[in-house]
Nanobody, 129 residues
Framework: QLQLVESGGGLVQPGGSLRLSCAAS????????IGWFRQAPGKEREGVSC????????HYADSVKGRFTISRDNAKNTVYLQMNSLKPEDTAVYRC??????????????????????WGQGTQVTVSS
């Protein structure tokens, strides 16, 4: 049974850090592009960061460049999102999602959340003092 489970969210003060995890079961992430998406109330869903497990290419939204880092641990079948220098505007539900790998650039894929096949249930990140 395929499952994506996010963890690591919580309440953090501005300037703080969190590391989100996306643990996959029922699939091998080597064959997928993995994305982190977020959605806050009243805002559209945003592709935060994506990584191709085939070639390691990554993409970051302009709003998080220099602050967030996506990484993978193939042995653990897990993808991480390290979030530093968090801002109140980072507050959202964060979800991971996957789609089968293709030759399409990860930059393009990350801007098309509708093509991702499987989604986790999400983890809440709240940045507030």
């Amino acid at each position: 049974q395929l499952q994506l489970v996010e963890s690591g969210g919580g309440l953090v003060q501005p300037g703080g850090s969190l590391r989100l995890s996306c643990a996959a079961s029922g699939l091998t992430l080597d064959y997928y592009v993995i994305g982190w998406f977020r959605q806050a109330p009243g805002k559209e869903r945003e592709g935060v960061s994506c990584i191709s497990s085939r070639n390691g290419n990554t993409h970051y939204a302009d709003s998080v460049k220099g602050r967030f880092t996506i990484s993978r641990d193939n042995a653990k079948n897990t993808v991480y999102l390290q979030m530093n220098s968090l801002k109140p505007e980072d507050t959202a539900v964060y979800r991971c999602a996957v789609k089968p790998w293709t030759a399409t650039t990860v930059q393009a894929i990350c801007k098309m959340p509708g093509i991702f096949t499987y989604w986790g249930q999400g983890t809440q990140v709240t940045v507030s003092s």
